[in-house]
């Protein structure tokens, strides 16, 4: 079936770097954009980044630019983000998430950017 | 980047009652704008696409209006599963900006 998963949180010291992944299945994951949401304890939704479905563009929310860096690997089903500089307030669980809206062979799009498919969510701990 | 505001940020209702949440984008986004749930230690599921798109499994009971800047969603008759928090989004342009959720209590 179609999933996410994400896997590589932890605790760390702040400053000090980390790296998440989510693995993709059930469905052509190179025909998807995909993005980076997290959701601090007790608090609402914060989108993070977004990477192409071709990994050519990126865009990040101002609060982690400069310090995070998404990525994704095609072959392997891959999504990836490298966050260093780590700090107190980067503490959340983070979310990987698909939109609806796809890419045909051809780099038409269809559909919508809503976020359809969610991991289950891995927490991340910045804490000295 | 584009702000969105979401009213009320709680609200108490009873099972079968009928509950309207706004939100008021800073700038008008068309209709590039979804609805979520999610209930507590659950990752979000979407609701509401392009403003007022049912998404495929969703009970009939959630509708989505509005464009522009301004912007609905109605819960029809409260079911004791629709007790949740709720949050819209905006995809106009490059940044995904959440409002800052609903809490639906009984």
């Known amino acids: 079936q179609v999933q996410l998963v994400e896997s590589g949180g932890g605790v760390v010291h702040p400053g000090r770097s980390l790296r998440l992944s989510c693995a993709a299945s059930?469905?052509?994951?190179?025909?998807?954009?995909f993005h980076w949401v997290r959701q601090a304890p007790g608090k609402g939704l914060e989108w993070v980044a977004l990477?192409?479905?071709?990994?050519?563009?990126?865009h990040y929310a101002d609060s982690v630019k400069g310090r995070f860096t998404i990525s994704r690997d095609n072959s392997e089903n891959t999504l990836n983000m490298q966050m260093n500089s780590l700090r107190p307030e980067d503490t959340a669980v983070y979310y990987c998430?698909?939109?609806?809206?796809?890419?045909?062979?051809?780099?038409?799009?269809?559909?919508?950017?809503?976020?359809?498919?969610w991991g289950q969510g891995t927490m991340v701990t910045v804490s000295s | 980047d584009i702000q969105m505001t979401q009213s009320p940020s709680s609200l108490s209702a009873s099972v079968g009652a009928r509950v309207t949440i706004t939100c008021r984008a800073s700038?008008?986004?068309?209709?590039?704008l979804s609805w979520y749930q999610q209930k507590p230690g659950k990752a979000p599921k979407l609701l509401i696409y392009a403003a007022s798109r049912l998404q495929s499994g969703v009970p009939s009971r959630f509708s989505g209006s509005g464009s522009g800047t301004d912007f609905s969603l109605t819960i029809g008759s409260l079911q004791p599963e629709d007790f949740a928090t709720y949050y819209c989004q905006q995809s106009f342009g490059t940044s995904y900006t959440f409002g800052q959720g609903t809490k639906l209590e009984i």
């Open positions: 998430a698909r939109p609806l809206g796809y890419y045909d062979s051809s780099g038409y799009y269809y559909g919508s950017d809503a976020f359809d498919i």
């Open positions: 700038q008008s986004i068309s209709n590039y």
């Open positions: 990477i192409s479905y071709d990994g050519r563009k990126k």
């Open positions: 059930g469905f052509t994951f190179s025909n998807y954009a």
